[in-house]
């Protein structure tokens, strides 16, 4: 079957939720994916900021078959070794007291936000608490993470959804300021606004933003789905800021691959929120997904990949600068580490993208006029060289 007709297969079976580019990966090498018919591109998507390590990085397949061997699935109702090792690993690099797994970011933002209106319940004793959230934001499309969501093009069709959520203008800090009240029980943002057109939080806004969380004993929830897990050469964003969260919510890359997420308490947040019987998951933090976690902390410790993200860093920031000088319809860069935005002006980003798939390369959008790269963090010199050189021919 040609790839046309695995195409059209693929409309007449799967609800029509994506617009997807006319192509159909077969597998990946390294920071490459090829198609079905054997054409080779270079990946600055990783599956939206998933596939940190590639494609059959060295020992990662391993890990995984290993454990298929043992056990995939067992329930929360018991203990498990992958379980508890997994937790360990994300507990010391988070420096955080509690891990909850899930099956994916969304979920870890339902989480997140149960766990902060717990702990204001648990305080004042009473349920009408409210949230504030960021303009601009992406935190998930269930219901819950869609509430807090600041995109009207998101959440208009599903209207209502869960009340009592405020939208304060991201990196203004007056803005959050005047949304507190005595019913504000967190404030939720992403580090790196990631779907509003890679955005990174400024240093004076999140510590102001951690102060008031502190005045006001109000949780500050900080969702690094997308730049957390080594994306901005930290494992997670906030510790460049050294500001860290009451909550914290990872996914994406946290399994490279393996769906799987979590939210991730201090010992002030877990010890005055959760208990058995509040929350709960059949598949979340099976055996199978937490050998991938702990393989994934396993490889960026031994190999090193955070520093290589900050060494490699400076050299991509001046790749893409250079195409910032060079063309006119490319406006602004903006982003941290392998997390990076090029803001495009007199021309629709999906055709970039779209001549980019044809070119051989993979990218992704942000926003409605921003391109995004988020490739693998292994990638090296000459991936920058070729991403550069094929954008360049495009642009």
């Known amino acids: 079957m040609n790839m046309h007709d695995q195409i059209e297969e693929t409309e007449v079976s799967i609800l029509h939720t994506y617009n997807r580019f006319p192509v159909v990966f077969d597998r990946g090498e390294g920071v490459y994916l090829y198609d079905t018919e054997g054409k080779k591109y270079l990946d600055f998507a990783a599956g939206i900021a998933v596939n940190s390590l590639g494609y059959h990085y060295p020992g990662y397949d391993e890990g995984l078959k290993e454990q298929i061997d043992k056990l995939t699935h067992i329930s929360n109702l018991y203990y498990t070794q992958p379980l508890s090792a997994a937790g360990s690993r994300l507990l010391i690099a988070s420096h955080m007291h509690k891990v909850f797994f899930t099956n994916s970011g969304a979920e870890a933002i339902e989480g997140a936000l149960k766990a902060a209106k717990k702990y204001a319940y648990t305080k004042t004793g009473h349920a009408d608490h409210e949230i504030i959230a960021m303009e601009d934001s992406f935190h998930g499309r269930t219901v819950g993470s869609l509430s807090v969501t600041g995109n009207d093009h998101y959440r208009e069709p599903f209207l209502p959804l869960m009340g009592g959520v405020r939208f304060a203008k991201y990196n203004d800090l007056e803005s959050v300021r ?142 893409l600068d250079s195409l910032v000088e060079r063309f006119d319809c490319v406006k602004e860069r903006r982003g941290m580490g392998f997390m990076q935005g090029l803001e495009i002006t ?7 993208i779209n001549a980019a798939l044809e070119a051989g390369l993979v990218v992704i959008s942000a926003g409605t006029n921003v391109l995004r790269l988020v490739p693998p963090l292994i990638i090296t010199r000459d991936h920058v060289d070729e991403m550069t050189g094929i954008l360049e021919k495009i642009l």
């Open 178 to 319: 005047s949304l507190i009240n005595e019913k504000t029980c967190a404030i939720i943002l992403e580090t790196v606004q990631g779907e509003g057109g890679i955005h990174p939080a400024t240093h004076g806004f999140l510590e102001g933003v951690r102060r008031l969380c502190d005045e006001h004993d109000i949780l500050l929830i900080l969702d690094e789905i997308q730049c957390g897990m080594g994306r901005t050469g930290y494992y997670f964003a906030w510790q460049a800021y050294g500001v860290q969260p009451d909550i914290m919510t990872t996914a994406k890359a946290l399994g490279c691959g393996v769906p799987v997420g979590a939210f991730v308490l201090n010992e002030k947040a877990a010890s005055a929120s959760l208990v058995p019987g509040d929350h709960g998951t059949t598949y979340g933090g099976n055996p199978f997904a937490c050998a991938a976690v702990s393989k994934v902390f396993e490889i960026y410790e031994r190999d090193m990949i955070l520093a290589h993200v900050q060494e490699l860093t400076p050299y991509l920031e001046k790749a």
């Open 346 to 352: 007199g021309r629709p980003v999906g055709a970039i």
